[in-house]
């Protein structure tokens, strides 16, 4: 099977993989009792009204048919209560909050690619040494700590006692407002990163052709990073998959804590609004991601190491 061939497979299977998270999450927002129009002072009837407003008087089946059928137009409904009326696609796009987390993720995503190759790579050349232990120590810890520690300790410590950057990060207007989001996000998949860049170059490093190439006299440099690196960077590159994706509209925590008004915050209240057409916007749209991303992933595969027959690979 060429390129292409295996291309269109994965994206067959990627439209089926979204159809089905698309059904779970539909009847599983359904399955909880309540109404999304209930509140303190409303009457059987006022919901009643509204249900038949928004079709929520009809059959889930049916339900569900309407929402793909608009779906595959483009429409994916509008806000029931945060933002009556409202379209979902222009809460998500035309509003900034799916831009301003991408900003933040991205942002961590780089930081933490570029810090932790490199601290891997380290840790791997001086395997046993001083400076490996007390990176060990660090990355451990980086990946043991939840998110909202890490968040808090940067508040208190950076924004608080320091007075160094703002509280509130809010609309990300100035440079110091995204170091305490990108840091808090960036933390664990650098140090995850680290780890697994060092256990892949200890198992490159001792390898014959490795051996091969510090025989023919070639420098260190060259040897870590044109040969044993690039072999290393497959399973690097498989985290970064869903990574991507979990980083930029995952941050839930971060988004709360620092108050930032993306889709992550706006996710939140959205479940706790039982507003239906935005969290099943918001989900297919993180899904969307997470699909997208691994199908990058296994054709970055072939890139990375020709080698790599994908016929061979399980779907």
């Known amino acids: ?41 409303s009457t059987p009837q006022q919901i009643a009204l509204a249900n038949a407003k928004y079709g929520l008087d009809k059959p889930l089946i049916v339900q569900f048919g309407n929402y793909l059928k608009n779906l595959a137009k483009g429409d994916m409904g509008v806000s029931l209560k945060m933002q009556e009326g409202t379209s979902v696609s222009k809460i998500l796009f035309g509003q900034g909050k799916f831009v301003l987390s991408m900003k933040i993720g991205l942002l961590a995503l780089l930081v933490a690619v570029i810090i932790g190759i490199p601290v891997g790579v380290l ?42 950057l703002p509280v509130q990060s809010n609309s990300l207007e100035t440079f110091g407002a995204y170091v305490m989001p990108v840091l808090t996000l960036a933390l ?11 256990t892949s170059m200890l198992d490159s490093i001792s390898q014959d052709y490795i051996r091969t190439a510090n025989a023919k006299g070639l420098k260190t440099r060259v040897v870590l990073f044109k040969h044993a690196l690039r072999n290393s960077l497959i399973p690097v590159i498989t985290y970064l998959g869903p990574l991507t994706a979990g980083i930029i509209t995952g941050a839930l925590v971060v988004e709360q804590i620092y108050h930032i008004p993306g889709l992550g915050n706006y996710f939140v209240s959205s479940i706790l609004n039982r507003d239906y057409p935005v969290i099943m916007g918001t989900t297919l749209l993180l899904a969307a991601l997470i699909v997208i991303m691994n199908l990058v992933v296994d054709i970055a595969y072939k890139i990375v190491d020709p080698r790599i027959n994908i016929t061979k690979k399980g779907d």
């Open 123 to 164: 840790q791997a050349y001086y395997r046993g040494r001083w400076i490996d232990n007390i990176l060990r120590v660090i990355t451990t810890m980086g990946i043991a700590m939840p998110g909202f520690v890490v968040a808090t300790l940067c508040l208190f410590e950076f924004g608080v006692t320091l007075g160094w």
């Open 188 to 198: 664990n998949p650098m140090c995850r990163i680290a780890k697994l860049t060092r």
């Open 1 to 41: 099977m060429d390129m292409l061939g295996y291309t269109l497979k994965r994206m067959a299977i990627s439209v089926l993989t979204l159809l089905l998270v698309a059904a779970i999450t539909f009847f599983l927002m359904n399955a909880i009792p309540g109404s999304p129009f209930m509140t303190e002072k």
